[in-house]
T-cell receptor, first 114, second 115 residues
Framework: GAGVSQSPSNKVTEKGKDVELRCDPISGHTALYWYRQSLGQGLEFLIYFQGNSAPDKSGLPSDRFSAERTGGSVSTLTIQRTQQEDSAVYLC????????????FGPGTRLLVL | AQSVAQPEDQVNVAEGNPLTVKCTYSVSGNPYLFWYVQYPNRGLQFLLKYITGDNLVKGSYGFEAEFNKSQTSFHLKKPSALVSDSALYFCAVRDINSGNTPLVFGKGTRLSVIA
């Protein structure tokens, strides 16, 4: 079946511009996660959605970062006034509800801020 | 707090030899442990996980991992490495009782299998 998809696959932007990154989770997966992978830093949790509950935003690095999830499916991560340190690969993952479910990852969006 | 340590940034092994990629973890309760692999320009692919039961977990592509509670380790192993195993490997953990919460990942270990 279809996996997690993300778009765009690559994004180059100028410092100060806003960007939107999209994630389509696996159908039926109510949990959705955003992570950031920076060179040599591993994966950093950003935000987590579970069904209709309020999202866990504890990982967002600044108020320039926000995310929403419409209709319990597609999610958009928005970075306002991008900075060079925002350059990274942004990964989305989804899982079914429950406490012991495996997270499945999309291919990521590679963001480069010039 | 939960944490994962992957002490080796890079592991080099000759094709056909056994490989081990090390991982140690810290959680307040019982751990739920994962290994993921990332090939160049790709997302993370699930390899295997440990929840409970047999300490030796078998996963995809011939990989296995051994859970050792006393050493708080979950090392990834394969009896005979292939060149195609060359990739970036991530260990991840969360507390079993923390619900469907985000995983805490290690910084990754780059495996290079040399022909």
């Amino acid at each position: 079946g279809a996996g997690v998809s993300q778009s765009p696959s690559n994004k180059v932007t100028e410092k100060g511009k806003d960007v939107e990154l999209r994630c389509d989770p696996i159908s039926g997966h109510t949990a959705l996660y955003w992570y950031r992978q920076s060179l040599g830093q591993g994966l950093e949790f950003l935000i987590y959605f579970q069904g209709n509950s309020a999202p866990d935003k504890s990982g967002l690095p600044s108020d320039r970062f926000s995310a929403e999830r419409t209709g319990g499916s597609v999610s958009t991560l928005t970075i306002q006034r991008t900075q060079q340190e925002d350059s990274a690969v942004y990964l989305c993952a989804s899982s079914t509800p429950g406490g012991l479910e495996t997270q499945y990852f999309g291919p990521g969006t590679r963001l480069l801020v010039l | 707090a939960q944490s994962v340590a992957q002490p080796e940034d890079q592991v080099n092994v000759a094709e056909g030899n056994p490989l081990t990629v090390k991982c140690t973890y810290s959680v307040s309760g019982n751990p739920y442990l994962f290994w993921y692999v990332q090939y160049p320009n790709r997302g993370l692919q699930f390899l295997l996980k440990y929840i409970t039961g047999d300490n030796l977990v078998k996963g995809s592509y011939g990989f296995e991992a051994e859970f050792n509670k006393s050493q708080t380790s979950f090392h990834l192993k394969k009896p005979s490495a292939l060149v195609s195993d060359s990739a970036l490997y991530f260990c991840a953990v969360r507390d079993i009782n923390s619900g469907n919460t985000p995983l805490v990942f290690g910084k990754g270990t780059r495996l290079s299998v040399i022909a």
